[in-house]
């Protein structure tokens, strides 16, 4: 047996490793760019936290001294709730995350060598228009209007071996190249007949948008060729002392904006122009220094998965750490007199005080059962989560319960985790009346109580018989039993209605469905034929302080009448 607990145990940790994991890939690794402080923070958390929870889990059981629980309580079992909602949360963004890299997957299926989408794809807008309506020097076409792979035109069936040609075959007055003459002087030139590969030359065939070369016949538009006489508005040729605004050349300590030519050690303003910009800024080249395309939707769910996990559980804390809310359930009994008719009892159950919910929590319960001006006041079970020694100045509030008829105490599972026979003891000091598979005859109807079957462990589970038998059938009965399990035999012995907790009506969402497994009803009233079943959610929360889709409640059954 002791093999198979530790296999069982070794098994449930690796799925809890493994789903911690999963998140920390998700949330941590996914989200930074390799080692560093970010991930090394994020690492830690993902280390400490579950290391806290099952620290949390095993001090209770094992009864470590107080202040040990209290002190790990509180961040392992928060940790306990947070871990659930991030993980879901994560589950959710796994459909959103192909949908957000398709949107942002660029227009062009062939980008350029740079990272820009070519001129095929993507035309190049004209960033200088020409005052005489005319194209301008930025878009120039050929004679044939194709535009070359790197977005320059070149003249048909002629590779230009340099970024600017003279339009008479002369040198141009920048000294940069001739189309006649050969190869310029200029790094950008190409030995004749191969075609360039940056953005000057094109192949052969290919018309270049070149803004220096034009078509043979046709005026260029050129600034650097003008009519003889004119002077020239050509920005290479400047009055001295002016700044030449020309993009192929300017004066030494200015920038030039050619995309052809810059100065040693700057990068050039062009796009076309392979090593255009700086590495990581707006292209795709491996290496870059700005975030990838998947970093950036990663760190967006991730964003959104953490944002949704800890509003979820912030919430869910505040609802369980303020009290919990009265609720009201009118349930008509046939055996109930007339005179009966409005009868009120108070159900409370699952308060849990340990080391999170203290006397504070208690003395906030009390209050808010008073408050209903009960007629009866049932504790069905899972009061406390430690000893007497431990926990008996936090029950202490639960003497100044109030109800005309008294309040009385049924066992759950925790009091046989935390000394049963001491905590029995402990509620009669407090004023409550333990019903140990016992049973009292109130004015209009029985009221009968059993322990939990988890008493049966210590040889005191539930005595139904000994609870039930030799009383009057015509009398209505009430049960109070912790588990809503014990309805089939509450059925049999003819009980009315059975009033129970233990669920807590799944407390964290989507444990309602695991609840809904392993109990006949998770919360509310139901029927079980001639027996009705009603099982609250609980007043306070086991091991997180936290509620998600199950609120806590003290529910004031009152009772009807259905004689005339």
């Not at 750490?321 to 005179?339: N, S």
């Not at 408050?371 to 989560?385: E, K, M, Q, S, Y």
């Given at each position: 047996?002791?093999i ?6 070794l098994?449930?940790l ?20 390799g080692?560093?402080p ?11 936290g ?11 059981r094992?009864?470590a ?12 079992f928060?940790w ?6 991030l993980?879901l ?7 959103l995350?192909p ?10 299926d ?6 820009v ?5 993507a035309p ?7 005052p ?9 076409g050929s004679?044939s ?6 977005g320059?035109a ?13 339009s ?9 190249g ?25 192949p ?30 050509d920005p290479?040729?400047s009055?001295?002392?002016h700044?030449s ?11 030039s904006?050619?995309?052809v030519?810059?100065?040693p050690g ?8 392979q090593g ?7 292209t795709?080249?491996p ?11 990663s760190r967006?769910l991730a964003?959104?998965?953490t ?5 979820t559980v ?7 750490l303020?009290?919990?809310r009265?609720?009201?359930?009118t ?8 005179a ?9 159950s699952?308060i ?9 929590f208690a003395?906030r319960v009390v209050?808010t059962?008073n408050a ?9 079970g ?5 000893s007497v ?12 319960l ?11 599972n925790h ?12 509620v009669?000091?407090?004023g409550l ?8 005859e109130?004015?209009?109807f029985?009221?009968?109580?059993v322990n939990?079957?988890?008493g049966e ?5 539930p ?5 039930l038998?030799d009383r ?7 049960l ?10 509450a059925v049999?012995h ?10 807590h009506?799944?407390?964290?969402w ?9 109990n006949?009803t998770?919360?509310g009233?139901?029927?079980y034929?001639?027996?009705q ?8 929360a ?9 609120p ?5 059954i009152?009772?009807a009448?259905?004689?005339?």
């Amino acid at each position: 047996m002791v093999i198979v607990f530790a296999l069982v145990a070794l098994a449930v940790l690796a799925v809890v490793a493994g789903l911690h994991w999963y998140v920390w890939r998700r949330l941590v690794r996914d989200t930074t760019r390799g080692p560093g402080p970010a991930r090394r923070a994020g690492t830690a958390v993902f280390v400490a936290g579950p290391v806290l929870m099952i620290g949390a889990l095993a001090a209770e059981r094992a009864g470590a001294p107080f202040w040990l629980q209290r002190t790990l309580a509180w961040p392992g079992f928060l940790w306990m709730a947070l871990a659930l909602y991030l993980l879901l949360a994560v589950l959710a963004t796994e459909a959103l995350r192909p949908l957000l890299a398709r949107r942002t997957t660029p227009p062009s299926d062939a980008p350029s060598r740079n990272g820009v989408a070519s001129p095929a794809d993507a035309p190049i807008p004209d960033p200088v228009d020409s005052p005489s309506g005319r194209p301008s020097l930025d878009s120039v076409g050929s004679p044939s209007g194709v535009p070359s792979r790197d977005g320059v035109a070149a003249p048909a069936d002629a590779p230009i071996p340099d970024a600017v040609a003279s339009s008479v075959g002369g040198s141009s007055p920048d000294a940069v190249g001739s189309l006649v003459d050969g190869p310029s002087g200029d790094a950008v030139g190409s030995p004749p007949g191969r075609p360039s590969p940056d953005a000057v030359g094109s192949p052969p065939g290919h018309p270049s948008p070149d803004p220096v070369a034009s078509p043979p016949g046709h005026p260029s538009p050129d600034p650097v060729a003008s009519p003889p006489g004119h002077p020239s508005p050509d920005p290479v040729a400047s009055p001295p002392g002016h700044p030449s605004p020309d993009p192929v050349a300017s004066p030494p300590g200015h920038p030039s904006p050619d995309p052809v030519a810059s100065p040693p050690g700057r990068p050039s303003r062009g796009t076309g122009v392979q090593g255009a910009e700086p590495p990581g800024v707006g292209t795709g080249v491996p290496g870059a220094q700005g975030p990838t395309r998947r970093l950036v939707v990663s760190r967006l769910l991730a964003g959104a998965a953490t944002t949704a996990a800890v509003a979820t559980v912030g919430h869910g804390t505040y609802g369980v750490l303020k009290g919990p809310r009265v609720k009201r359930v009118t349930v008509p009994l046939a055996k109930l007199p007339r005179a009966a008719h409005g009868f009120r009892i108070a159900v409370v159950s699952d308060i849990h005080l340990g080391p999170v919910l203290g006397r504070g929590f208690a003395q906030r319960v009390v209050d808010t059962v008073n408050a209903t001006r009960p007629d009866l006041i049932a504790v069905v079970g899972d009061l406390v989560d430690g000893s007497v020694k431990d926990l008996g100045p936090a029950a202490a509030p639960l003497a100044r319960l109030s109800a005309r008829h008294g309040a009385y105490f049924v066992t759950g599972n925790h009091e046989y985790f935390s000394g049963v026979e001491q905590w029995i003891e402990e509620v009669r000091d407090l004023g409550l009346h333990p019903l140990q598979n016992a049973r009292t005859e109130l004015p209009y109807f029985d009221l009968a109580g059993v322990n939990d079957v988890q008493g049966e462990s210590e040889g005191q589970g539930p005595d139904f018989a000994r609870a039930l038998s030799d009383r009057d059938p015509a009398r209505a009965c009430v049960l109070l039993a912790h588990q809503p399990v014990q309805i089939h035999e509450a059925v049999r012995h003819g009980v009315d209605l059975q009033l129970s907790g233990h669920t807590h009506g799944g407390q964290l969402w989507p444990g309602s469905l695991l609840a809904a497994a392993a109990n006949p009803t998770v919360a509310g009233l139901d029927r079980y034929g001639d027996t009705q079943l009603y099982v609250s959610r609980g007043a306070g929360a086991w091991g997180p302080p936290t509620r998600v889709g199950a609120p806590s409640d003290v529910t004031v059954i009152e009772l009807a009448a259905k004689r005339a």
